[in-house]
């Protein structure tokens, strides 16, 4: 059983920064990506940053050069420092796990809010 559990979400004023963290525990095979997707009401889910267990990032470009993921393998925890911080980045944000041994896997966070005011 894999269980994620994220903190750091809360309200910030726009230009304001806050850090999101995930940790996961259980059976977690050692090759694996993690990341956060974000979801604002009304809208589809989408993802925001993710790294692997190599240390390759991919961003969406609408935070590229604000916001910076990063993992401890060791700790199997990932963190998303997010700077310059927009109303339009307001939404749930979900930490998720993947991986391939045998089958896929994907695993996802209950879920940490983050609200901008402008």
């Known amino acids: 059983q894999v269980h994620l559990v994220e903190s750091g979400g809360g309200l910030v004023q726009a230009g304001g920064s806050l850090t999101l963290s995930c940790a996961a525990s259980?059976?977690?095979?050692?090759?694996?990506?993690m990341g956060w997707y974000r979801q604002a009401p009304g809208k589809q889910r989408d993802l925001v940053a993710i790294i692997s267990s190599g240390g390759s990032t991919t961003y969406a470009d609408s935070v590229k050069g604000r916001f910076t993921i990063s993992r401890d393998n060791g700790e199997n925890t990932v963190d998303l420092q997010m700077n310059s911080l927009k109303p339009e980045d307001t939404a749930v944000y979900y930490c998720k796990l993947e991986y391939y041994t045998g089958g896929y896997y994907v695993h996802w966070g209950q879920g940490t809010q983050v609200t901008v005011s402008s």
């Open positions: 259980g059976t977690i095979f050692a090759r694996n990506t």
